[in-house]
Structures are given as structure tokens and as C-alpha cells.
């Protein structure tokens, strides 16, 4: 995988119709700033990989840790409020139980002999919303919209 495409999701949604772009827009604007500013920045400790071998990917997994001890995973607790409110709004969000991980390779027929990596801290303060599209040459991501957790802020704005 190409750096530049490397990520974390939050929610998957699938294909959104232009025309509820800025909905889903809304709904994130309205998840990042109900966030408690207190739990922020929010960290992933990317821990293993692992092979999955029906789509072929080997993904590392994360761990999610709380920068505020009183706050249980706020990756996850992003994480599912962001799929309720999408789901509420009449989206249909990916409703598998959030799983953090980084894909790092498509086409892996099997998997390799160790699993071993050095542990790596990935911690964040916003995310994006973003818009995947499928070329012959695999995956291409671009951003829509960034938010800030805490904050009505926008990224860039």
C-alpha cells in the first residue's frame, strides 16, 4: 500500500450518493465537536500483523488506548458514534464490531511465517471523511472534509 493511503476507519459506509455527501459531512462536524476535548488526542498502538485470506489483506492490528483513563477506548467510542449517527441519518454504515487496524497489503495469498513487529503509537486528534475510489491499480483516497475532536473546527479552516 502506497503510504499516502494508509488509515485507520472509523466507520465504513460504502457507496453515498453525491448528493448526501454533505450530510455525512454534517453528521462528522457534529461527532468531532460533541467530543470530549478532555479524552483528545486519541491513540492506536499498532501491536501484530495478521493475515485475513478471503479478501487477501495482511493488516496491522491496533490496540486502542485512552488519553483520559475515564474515558473507556475513545477510538471506539468515536468509532460507533459515528456508525449510529450515520445509521440514524438512514446511511448504512458497516455494523461489524469496531476492530482498529492499518491495512499495509492487498493481493497476500498467505501469510507470512512471523507475525512480529515492533510495537508503533499512532495518535490523532481530528479525522477525515473520506472518498474511496477503485482504479485498475488499486484504491486511490481523498479527502472531503477534516474535523477536529473537541471542536467545531474544521482542519484547514
Known amino acids: 500500500m502506497p503510504e499516502s493511503n494508509l488509515h485507520i476507519t472509523l466507520a465504513f459506509l460504502g457507496s453515498v450518493p453525491e448528493h448526501r455527501v454533505e450530510e455525512l459531512a454534517a453528521i462528522a462536524g457534529r461527532t468531532a465537536a460533541n467530543f470530549p476535548r478532555a479524552a483528545v ?38 468509532a460507533h458514534g459515528l456508525v449510529a449517527e450515520a445509521a440514524a441519518a438512514g446511511f448504512r454504515p458497516d455494523l461489524k464490531p469496531f476492530r482498529a487496524h492499518v491495512t499495509v497489503a492487498r493481493k497476500v495469498a498467505r501469510a507470512a511465517r512471523s507475525s512480529e513487529m515492533r510495537r508503533m503509537l499512532w495518535s490523532f486528534d481530528s479525522f477525515a471523511l473520506i472518498e474511496s475510489r477503485t482504479l485498475p491499480g488499486g484504491p486511490v483516497y481523498s479527502v472531503v472534509e477534516s474535523f477536529v475532536l473537541g471542536s467545531a473546527e474544521k482542519v484547514g479552516a
Open 41 to 78: 488526542p486519541l491513540a492506536v498502538s499498532l501491536e501484530g500483523f495478521e493475515h485475513w485470506a478471503k479478501p487477501q489483506i495482511l493488516a496491522v492490528l491496533g490496540q486502542t488506548e485512552e488519553a483520559d483513563a475515564a474515558l473507556k477506548s475513545g477510538t471506539t467510542v468515536l
